[in-house]
């Protein structure tokens, strides 16, 4: 288990679920206040419920609309880490020295670690991160109609530098000790399978809750009417109010399944996911509650059912 990942995402983790707790004890005392903790936490829609914002801070916004920036990253940055895994995998080229000082400095696999199955995981999970991303960047461009919203130039740079790191927890899943090629078919389990199922239901429905959100500001030729914001109906937006957000962490379980289940660095991302998409999703909750007086009561936030 490569030490200095695990650290960092359970350090993650538990920022994220510190911020969470207080976010949930500080709504019933009348909500958010402006001030940096608050900026740093909601972007978009969610920080108009911060009140009147400090000018010192609103110098600090960039564009709603840069989230296609980490998709442009990850596309670029974990493309390239896939196409350096399968030359290593089918032509038996070493990583690049640049790469692999990179990842023995993360703490990454040693040379005599045993291999079992985890050349082909970390294969298909690092497929699944970059086709992941490629979906959600042509979701940016093509699909999703973005307001007037900012986000905090702290989330912009940590959300690119996400993108770098989490394609770097996956290659340092891979043994040193790279096999050829012909033998990883031969690793194929039932749990790759499942992964790669579940992962296709969760992106379906994804991506279907992106086109329902996008839909609330087109008419029905396609053409951007409005930028304003209104209750979503349909397919998981009938139980939650962000669905998109409790796909995403099926996603990050599916690439966990799709690891076999006894990966810990992995379930640590899996769980700095589950506390940063909640926390979003609880803060969205708040804004269509409080700004729709008529929002469906039968809905949670995140979790249908439970949360």
């Not at 045993?114 to 940016?140: N, Q």
């Not at 409080?290 to 949670?300: A, I, V």
């Amino acid at each position: 288990m490569p030490a200095a990942l695990s650290a960092l995402w359970l350090l993650l983790a538990a920022a994220f679920l510190a911020a969470l707790l207080l976010e949930l004890l500080q709504a019933p005392r009348g909500g958010p206040r402006p001030g940096l903790f608050q900026d740093l936490l909601r972007y978009g829609k969610t920080k108009s419920g911060c009140g009147q914002r400090p000018a010192w801070l609103r110098l600090l916004d960039v564009p709603k609309r840069w989230f296609s920036h980490f998709y442009i990253l990850s596309v670029v940055w974990n493309g390239l880490l896939l196409l350096l895994l399968i030359q290593a995998l089918f032509l038996a080229r070493p990583f690049p020295i640049w790469l692999r000082d990179l990842l023995s400095a993360l703490g990454g696999a040693s040379q005599n670690q045993d291999v079992g199955d985890k050349h082909l995981s970390a294969l298909l999970v690092l497929m699944l991160l970059w086709l992941h991303s490629f979906r959600r960047l042509i979701e940016c461009l093509c699909i999703s109609v973005f307001s007037s919203g900012f986000l905090h130039i702290v989330q912009y740079c940590f959300g690119l530098g996400y993108y770098i790191v989490i394609g770097l927890t996956v290659l340092c899943q891979v043994p040193a000790n790279v096999s050829n090629g012909k033998d990883l078919f031969m690793q194929i389990c039932w749990y790759h399978a499942l992964g790669i199922i579940m992962y296709i239901w969760a992106s379906v429905h994804q991506h279907r809750c992106h086109v329902i959100l996008a839909n609330l500001r087109k008419s029905k030729s396609g053409k951007v009417v409005n930028l304003s914001h209104s209750i979503p109906f349909g397919d998981w937006f009938e139980r939650v109010s962000c669905p998109h957000y409790f796909a995403e962490l099926l996603i990050y379980v599916s690439m966990a399944i799709t690891f076999g289940f006894q990966n810990l660095t992995w379930w640590l991302v899996v769980m700095y996911v589950l506390f940063n998409q909640a926390l979003a999703a609880v803060l969205c909750h708040e804004f269509y509650v409080n700004n729709f007086s008529c929002y469906p009561t039968c809905r949670k936030a995140f979790i249908p059912f439970l949360f």
